[in-house]
Every structure is written in C-alpha cells, then in structure tokens.
C-alpha cells in the first residue's frame, strides 16, 4: 500500500499516512482538526542501467547509416542475364472420351 505526505495548512504539522488507493483522502489534521493537503513528491522511480533512453540502443553513426547498410536491398546487384523461371512439371489432363 502506498504511502502519501500530509500537511496541515494552518498549523503546519506534517505526517505520513499508509492507505490504500482506494481510500479517500485524508481531510482533518489530527493536531488541530484543521484542513489537510496532500503533498506531492518526486517519483520513486530509478532507471539504471542501459536500454532506457532512445541513444543507448544506437552506434556512434548516424541512425540511418547502420539500417540502410545491413540490409539486403542496398547490397543487391541486378544481374544481366534474364532469369528463366522453372515450374514443376504438371500432369497432362485426361482427355475427354
């Protein structure tokens, strides 16, 4: 269950609350019974390590070198001589009697 900060805006008084995220927010400061904020923070989120930003997948080149290299369309050459195309034999059909 998450944690969430709250602050009383009139004496000031700050606490942690563990609640669910279906629980409502708290509204009365348990000090004063004054009115409550909930306050935000940074994420508790880390990346670390590679793999996470657009550049730790790439090389030193430019991004449209490596593709265009690897692949078979920019090495192919066309050959001169006209390919001939064989089909498999098929079975003459019986004629009609």
Not at 76 to 96: M, N, R, Y
């Amino acid at each position: 269950m998450p944690t969430y900060q709250y602050a009383c805006t009139e004496c000031d008084h700050r606490f942690d609350a563990v609640q669910s995220f279906t629980d409502s927010a708290l509204s009365e400061c348990p000090e004063c019974h004054g009115r409550l904020r909930k306050l935000y923070g940074n994420v508790g989120v880390v990346f670390k390590g590679s793999g996470f930003y657009r550049t730790d997948s790439r090389s030193g080149k430019s991004a449209a070198a490596p593709a265009a290299a690897g692949t078979p369309a920019a090495t192919e050459t066309k050959s001169t001589t006209p390919s001939t195309t064989t089909t498999p034999a098929s079975t003459p059909a019986k004629a009609a009697s």
